[in-house]
């Protein structure tokens, strides 16, 4: 069993896992492959940035990394939304 944990902020703004969003235990079967889906809605518009992992009930591998897009650096805007 799986849960996906994300996070969306500002690009000014700090991660914190407070914050974070998760979704509800996913049964990956047998296959362990989950394909996952979100969309995400914001307030405010302007440059966002965005971060991703995976949580598992199995006591000995604990939540991955921290997983974000790739070639840029975690004070780079991941996204951009306009009005």
């Not at 996070?7 to 990956?28: L, M, R, Y």
């Not at 591998?61 to 951009?80: C, K, M, R």
């Amino acid at each position: 069993m799986i849960q996906i944990q994300w996070e969306g902020k500002d690009i000014c703004e700090s991660f914190s896992d407070e914050d974070a969003n998760v979704t509800e235990w996913i049964d990956t079967g047998e296959s362990n492959v989950y394909s996952f889906e979100q969309h995400v809605t914001s307030a405010s518009t302007g440059p966002k940035k965005w971060r991703v992992r995976v949580l598992t009930d199995d006591p000995l591998f604990g939540p991955s990394p921290w997983y974000t897009l790739t070639d840029n650096g975690l004070g780079e805007a991941d996204i951009t939304i306009a009005n």
